[in-house]
């Protein structure tokens, strides 16, 4: 009995061994480049597309830096002589035992007929030839090349004839899946927003973690497409060049799902940051003005990302409102980010900041304020203020409508001085953690209303006067896009008074306006 069991056991792990101690060799060649040829628009990204593709399969699927190579700018002939190259390699080391994954990229300019690498063109025949004749037993290509640009930057010059990408039913070895970034007829665009296209963020941010829907610590081609396809879908839908819909072509041949990364902390490897719910969350390298790294969306359901240990500075983006903060990983760590520790930035710094969605933010504001005196014994003139402030990227606008009263008042004369005045500002402002600077100009006009009360015989007079001045401001963010605020101006104000010999003529009043009050923005 026993020795029928041990040929039994022997059996097994015979029929078991070719799928259990099977040894993957994993190759890539990514290639970006943000030139064409002639009448190719320069782009941006592309080619920090390719670097954060080659970063994330080296550093969490893999992919051993001695089997893969990263084209940056370089033409279509050198990206073809490295796809013959390899496959001579995959085919050289392959043998029992050993199955070979290829994972081809590209990120640039094209056409219907030919990759524009670097002013170089690619034929795509040629390019499906290479990798259909590769003797990996699987092979993914994808391709985020596409056509014109504008404010969301789109992947070339001009829209042209359909994208065609067809490879053959027969193929050389067991597997293929194809991913591209549009249809035939659309284009792939850029995003300043994110620093890269749209396909390649989201998809690289599906390979970080967020596409990992099964929980199981790993992100397969299928899983890593899904989340792309979701989230180019939902942010290319808010462009002006409309929706961009991903395409795919799987041929798996009996071959399971294959896993392109391995998102579970390592020592020595990766750590992971997990983010709770409620926002969308954008990670970027070191601060705030380094690479954008990933992304984790409002409604994923996966809300981690696997990293390199460093410094990270994390934006959760609200519709209204950000937070951000600098986060620390650790190798083998696993950090869960705590909204409370990150710090609120609202409406209006939204605009000023560059690279968010806002570009302005406006509101209505209301306060007290309080001028200097215009004549000799008189009290300062106290009333109100009202107004309204648009924040730009470079400046901030203002209009406002003030209303004061001054007196005066000996054993000869009680006066009364009513100011009504209307004025526009412009202004920088410097943003310092929850504080806000402001410096800048203002003019105006006003409408001065004098009455007396006296023995003798004193008619009143109104007169308009016209004002130039420098603020200074301040203001402190609240939340919810409310904020207080303080305003100093001076000022100098021209109107006509009567002299004491009774002519007319016009006076320069320097003056000092303070406003202390609040606003709410939108």
């Known amino acids: 009995m026993s020795r029928a069991r041990g040929w039994l056991l022997a059996l097994a792990l015979a029929l078991v061994a070719p799928n259990v101690l099977a040894e993957i060799t994993r190759y890539a060649v990514i290639a970006g480049n943000d030139t064409g040829t002639d009448g190719d628009l320069p782009l941006r990204y592309a080619e920090a597309d390719a670097q954060k593709v080659y970063d994330v399969l080296s550093g969490l699927g893999e992919f051993r830096p001695e089997n893969m190579v990263l084209l940056e700018g370089r033409g279509g002939s050198e990206l073809s002589r490295v796809l013959i190259a390899m496959n001579a390699r995959i085919r050289a080391e ?50 985020d090349a596409c056509r014109s640009g504008s404010l969301t930057r789109v992947k070339g010059a001009q829209k042209t004839a359909p994208f065609p990408v067809a490879l053959d039913a027969e193929l050389g070895g067991e597997g ?30 599906g390979l970080r973690g967020a596409a990992d829907r099964n929980a199981d610590g790993s992100v397969s081609v299928e899983e890593a497409y899904g989340h792309a396809y979701q989230h180019t879908l939902r942010a290319s839908s808010q462009t002006f060049y409309g929706t961009q819909h991903p ?41 705030e003005q380094g690479p954008v790294v990933a992304e984790v969306g409002e409604h994923d359901t996966r809300r981690l990302l696997a990293l390199e240990p460093g410094t990270y500075f994390v934006r959760g983006r609200a519709s209204d409102h950000l937070l951000e903060g600098p986060v620390e990983l650790a190798s083998g760590q696993t950090v869960q980010l705590d909204p409370s520790q990150l710090h609120p930035v609202e409406y209006a710094r939204l605009a000023r900041k560059g690279g968010t969605e806002r570009e302005r933010a406006h509101g209505p504001w209301l306060g007290y304020q309080l001028r200097t005196p215009l004549w000799s014994g008189a009290t300062p003139c106290h009333g109100l203020r009202a107004g309204y402030a648009l924040a730009l990227p470079q400046v901030s606008l203002g209009a406002a409508l003030g209303a004061c009263r001054s007196t005066f008042d000996n054993d000869v004369l009680r006066a009364r001085a009513d100011e009504l005045g209307i004025d526009a500002s412009v202004a920088h402002v410097w943003d310092f953690a929850a504080l806000s600077l402001a ?15 006296t023995p003798g015989r004193a008619p009143g007079r109104d007169s308009l006067g016209l004002a130039l001045g420098a603020l200074l401001g301040a203001s402190y963010e609240l939340s919810h896009g409310y904020q207080l605020f303080g305003e100093a101006l001076g000022q100098v104000l021209f109107f006509e008074q009567r002299r004491s010999d009774g002519a007319e003529g016009t006076v320069a009043q320097p003056a000092l306006r303070l406003t202390l009050g609040a606003g709410k923005q939108f």
Not at 277 to 285: I, P
Not at 439 to 453: I, N, Q, V
């Open 176 to 205: 293929l899946a194809l991913l591209t970034s549009s249809t035939s007829d659309e284009d792939a665009q850029e995003s300043d927003l994110l620093r890269g296209s749209f396909f390649t963020h989201y998809l690289v941010s």
């Open 94 to 143: 392959s043998g029992a035992g050993r199955d070979a994954v290829l994972f081809v990229y590209y990120s640039g300019h094209a056409d219907p007929h030919a990759l524009h690498a670097g002013g170089e063109p690619l034929e795509l025949e040629l390019l499906e030839r290479l990798v259909q004749g590769s003797s990996a037993s699987f092979r993914i290509l994808v391709l």
């Open 247 to 287: 395409t795919f072509r799987f041929d798996l041949k009996g071959k399971g799902a294959i896993v392109l990364t391995w998102v579970r902390p390592r020592a020595g490897r990766s750590g992971q940051i997990t983010f709770p719910a409620g926002h969308a969350y954008l990670l970027f390298a070191g601060d």
């Open 439 to 453: 410096f800048g100009g203002a003019a105006g006009a006003s409408w001065l209303r004098e009455r007396f009360t």
